[in-house]
């Protein structure tokens, strides 16, 4: 029901709009000649993708090794918690547990 009402408002404000008949032929002859036609477009030079690949690999390369990194850490970081909940539950004093 919006968009019933959107459209309508827009059409109370906006009416449509015919290009003129000069501009439409022209186009039409200018399309019609330039289908035949070849665009080149300039090729990047080797070297753009040489510096472009080699960038790849070095960000992919960084980006492999931090998340190894973080695994680790987090591994670790499993393994101290691990420990200490030990420490804490064993009957032996420690400087977490000091009661024992």
Do not use: C
């Amino acid at each position: 029901m919006a968009i019933e009402h959107v459209e309508s408002r827009l059409q109370t404000f906006m009416h449509p709009v015919a290009p003129p008949p000069g501009y439409v032929q022209d186009l039409g002859r200018r399309l019609r000649h330039k289908t035949g036609s070849l665009i080149l477009l300039p090729q990047p030079a080797p070297r753009q993708y040489t510096w472009l690949l080699f960038l790849s690999l070095l960000s992919g390369g960084v980006l492999l090794v931090l998340g190894v990194r973080t695994l680790i850490g987090l591994i670790g970081a499993l393994g101290v918690a691990q420990q200490v909940k030990n420490q804490m539950d064993s009957d032996y004093p420690s400087s977490f547990n000091p009661a024992g």
